[in-house]
């Protein structure tokens, strides 16, 4: 009897486990954003971050991508875009003829 209060308490252990790792999963996406410079980085990656189920932003001034790991229950690709647009930069994903404010006082580079 107590072998198997042993192997059902070892499950439930498994189980609640399993369950918390699974909720605990971030996604990751890269998106290509036209900023120029370590301003434009630096802001991206302070702004980002304070999107709900954000974890991290880094933005790569070589490449011009920015990847955010988030909560997938929170966030997703549309929602990301947005924001970075509210921030004030085109994405490979803004629609054409989208206006987005600049949040740069230099002329920004197209997609």
């Given at each position: 009897m107590k072998?198997?209060?042993?192997?059902?308490?070892?499950?439930?252990v498994m189980f609640v486990a399993g369950t918390?790792?699974?909720?605990?999963?971030?996604?990751?996406?890269?998106i290509k954003v036209a900023f120029h410079c370590a301003?434009?980085?630096?802001?991206?990656?302070?702004?980002?971050?304070k999107?709900?189920?954000?974890?991290s932003a880094v933005a790569?001034?070589?490449t011009k991508?920015?990847?955010?790991?988030?909560?997938?229950?929170k966030q997703n690709k549309d929602k990301l875009v947005a924001a970075i647009e509210k921030i004030g930069y085109a994405t490979e994903?803004?629609?054409?003829?989208?206006?987005?404010?600049?949040?740069c006082t230099d002329k920004q580079p197209t997609k």
């Open positions: 072998k198997i209060k042993f192997i059902l308490f070892a499950l439930l918390y790792a699974q909720t605990s999963k971030t996604s990751e996406i890269k301003n434009g980085k630096a802001t991206l990656e302070k702004e980002l971050i999107e709900n189920g954000v974890s790569d001034l070589g991508v920015v990847t955010i790991k988030y909560d997938p229950k994903f803004t629609k054409d003829g989208t206006k987005i404010k600049s949040a």
